[in-house]
């Protein structure tokens, strides 16, 4: 099978589905139907690299659609902007397809869920608020009203005692112990002004309780104006001093000790590896470009970055050159000395890592000094795995993490957050043959077994969408997203996911 072209456009005209059956292929399988216009040129068929996917025997199932590479994909700077295409908030409308039911092509009389929902079960547009609408033949467990959990056929009467119990659903809807499911809600709130983007960044900085966004493509051309967010003062502004860097696709982290957002990589005018900084604890927020020792990654986008504060360090994984390109598989480490000169050094690994991916996600756990990555897109096909790189030791080592659960789903362009408290990495829609809504959680211990829940929320609920930006408020206990392409357009929406009761009490 032969890799996908070089994609020229960001935003594709258009996001048809190839409807097929693709549920719980082993790895190495192989889909294929016919590419719609629009698409970058791809070959017979999108590969999908199983990791784990779920199956009929273990009450889980995929989405039965599969596409080449999905629009929203970067490389190109001309396409689509705008609001979410008319959508109410929340509310999924399949392309073609009346609110509710979805035919299943070339399947009898067949419904089927909605890319990213639970087994069996699916929330339609114009369903009422706190209401799931089950699927034909769903599995034993079921969603009540208000996101209420019963038993997943584990027996009435089972108590929650661990968090890990209600990641996997054995708590049951009365009793002294149980899970808080009816607290878990999306609340909506104020829309970016003036402005629709994606492939742009966000951090959070705990000093002022702020969500600051920078960049990102809005239909015309990659941005270079930093946007804050918070409760108290909405959207704003920011007012910066120095050349402020255009960029699309690119990485963030956030330097808390010296108050400084670090930026790498990133698409504009072309594919860059430059290290830009935002110093916050100036008067005047100023921007520079860093000069680093070292040999420097190469140029790219759709990569990973985290910050890991033991150490000091920026660590930078994967990303490609273009469109839908191979991936990458190099680490790369920026030291990040107080009052010294950065150094780009690319980190040696032990053990059999992962493949080369984009558009994947990544997250850090600073207590197990580690970086767990999930999913993304190989150069051939969409992943769904879950490696652990080990940043403790002289010789970072990777290992892959072994999960169980339905919904470790096939993605690119999710967004994760970690909530540490929980142990537990979120992960907030993303594309698999068209834009996702769907919110899973995978509880990470320290070794053993990780395990794949889906978190489900009463309506209203944020529209699809891939490319949007996410951080994790850890003192109010939320996951924010903002903006992201919904298939057609560019959104400017933001909201806050409260996790704060989703436990065991």
Known sequence: MSNVNACTKVFCAAAYLILIGCGGQDRGDQVTGTIPPGFPEIDSGTQLIDAGAPTASDGGRHPDVVVPPDAGAPSGRDGGTGSDAGQDAGARVDAGTDAGARPDAGQDGGTRPDAGTDAGVRIDAGADAGTSLQDGGSDAGSTQDAGTTTDAGNGIGTACSTYADCARDLCCAAGANRCARPDLAWTQLTSMPNTTRAGHVAIFRESTSEILVHGGFDGTTGRSDVMTYSAARGWNTLTTSGTAPARSYHTAVYDKQTDRMILFGGYSPALTNEIWALDLSQPTPTWSQLSPTGTPPAARQVHSAIFDSVNRRMIVYGGNTGG??????????????????????????????????????????????????????????????????SLSIATPAWSRVSTSGA?????????????????????????????????????????????????????????????????????????????????????????????VNYNCH
């Open 407 to 499: 919904t470790g789903w096939w993605r690119t362009g999710s967004t994760a957050v970690y909530d540490s408290a929980q142990q537990r990495m979120v992960v907030f829609a993303g594309s698999y043959g068209g834009p996702m809504q769907d919110v899973q959680a995978l509880t990470l211990p320290a070794s053993g077994t990780a395990i794949w829940s889906q978190l489900i929320a009463p309506l209203p609920v944020p529209g699809i969408r891939t490319t949007h930006a996410a951080v994790f408020d850890s003192t109010r206990v939320e996951m924010f997203i903002v903006g992201g392409f919904n298939g057609s357009a560019g959104l400017g929406d933001a909201w806050a996911l409260s996790l």
């Open 324 to 389: 839908w390109g191979t991936g990458m598989s190099d680490v790369w480490a920026l030291s990040l000395p107080i009052g010294g000169t950065p150094s780009w050094t690319q980190l040696p690994q032990s053990g059999v890592g992962p493949s080369g991916r984009a558009y994947h996600t990544a997250i850090y756990d600073a207590a197990n000094q580690r970086m767990i990555t999930y999913a993304g897109y190989s150069g051939t096909g969409y992943l769904n795995d879950v490696w652990e790189l």
